[in-house]
């Protein structure tokens, strides 16, 4: 029995490895945060459940945003508020995976409150944990809105006006007002009593799902001692006088004990039957199915990379709609910088005989550089045996890789003959299909349909396609 009390749970990393100069042992938390309490007994529960290894763990922004660094189990970043919606495609799609939306006030209550109402109200059989802590942690202390009347933080340095703020949302009542939900608590940690009750409460959300109840979302009310200023004792102190007054603590809805299990249908259509959804004409899309290539080029996990309005994001599209138009399971990631035009873009597309796992592409297999900082940023991510292929009209330097295939294309030269600089994106898209002989090129022609939208442009595209691929078969490996 001690030994288990004093062994860290199995659905935690044994080593954390968020910052490679801190204690390993250690998460990233300020000492007295209840965010490491919470993940101490949803770890707990899990293990005891025994659904570590079914579980996704979805942390949006904020302190918790590393949560993938501490839970060993299916991890997903989701972008600010919108872990509800991440959460029901997860679960929407593996029915049996136990999914949990880990929320703090300013992610859930204000960016996010139409994700958590809507996820709620569907009665998605999520669990969510509401880490109350009543302001922004993590960037410094703002107003959230579960900021207290009167309380003072960085935005509200007069202490909170209902005249000028509003109230404060009070989650655990919102959401217990919609029909769906299963179960619904407020719990607090500020004394053994309570994180008693909070483990409690998380364990009986996590087992609604584990049972496939339904929605269950617990609130736990939790101290933030940077952002309050005050020390981790005094912070107990203030959830227990202060905080608990104006967030009533109690059960807000429990239907467990009248709620049937649900048993998803499982739906698995073949492709015939989504193309008729689509309305896509079967013949087109299965007209074209080379797959010929050599066996080094098949499955390729393509980066793209250039500046903003070479057409980069464009470029992946074409391929990934290439892909689709030869039966190939596709996915394309876009990734840019703040501005399009003139800022740095990415993308990542795979082209796969099987379903792709992830969209994300961190060692390609091939790599095509637009310009300089993109081959010197990604060469050496390039899997040995890959093939790199770069536009030798913007880089002036060589990659220095030995151990992969290199294309050296002169794509803006050639798209600047056929009279129209911005084509060298389709240029390359020819080159890489003509090298590698992954798709025909009436595939490339019959995807540019749709991936160019004035009509008039498809002539200039078709013949930068046609120059590329005329390049790529000319300078294939021998
Ligand atoms: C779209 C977007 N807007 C703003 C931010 C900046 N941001 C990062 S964390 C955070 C607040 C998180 O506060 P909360 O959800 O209360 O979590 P806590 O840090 O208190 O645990 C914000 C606004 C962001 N990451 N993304
Ligand atoms: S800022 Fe607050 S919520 Fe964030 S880690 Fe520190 S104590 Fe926890």
Redo the contacts with the bound molecule.
Sequence with gaps: MATKILQKSHAFYDTYFRNPSADKKMPHYCPGCG?GNVHKMIAEALEDYGVVDKTVFISP????VFAYYYFSTGNIQA??GRAPAVATGIKRSHPDSIVISY?????LAA?GTAEILHAANRGEHITVFF?N?A?????GGQM?PTTLIGQRTTTSPRGRQPSNEGYPIKVAELISQLHAPVYVERVALFDNKQRAKTRLAVRKALKCQVDKLGFSLVEILSP?PSGWKMDPVDSMRWIEETMQEHFPLGVYRDLIEETEPYHPEIINPTSEEILKLLDIDAEVAFKYDSKKAPSKYKNPEIKIAGFGGQGILLMGGAIAQAGMLENYHVSWLPSYGPEMRGGTANCHVNIRDIEVGSPMVSDPSVLIAMNRPSLEKFEKEVKKGGLIIYDTSLIDIEPTRKDVEILAIPATKIADQLGNTRIANMVVFGALMGYTGLMTKETLYESLKSAIKHKRFLDINVRAIDAGYQFGIENQAS
């Design positions: 965010h922004v904020g302190c918790s972008a600010h929320q703090g006030d300013g992610d960016i880490v802590n302001i922004y942690g993590m960037t959230a933030c």
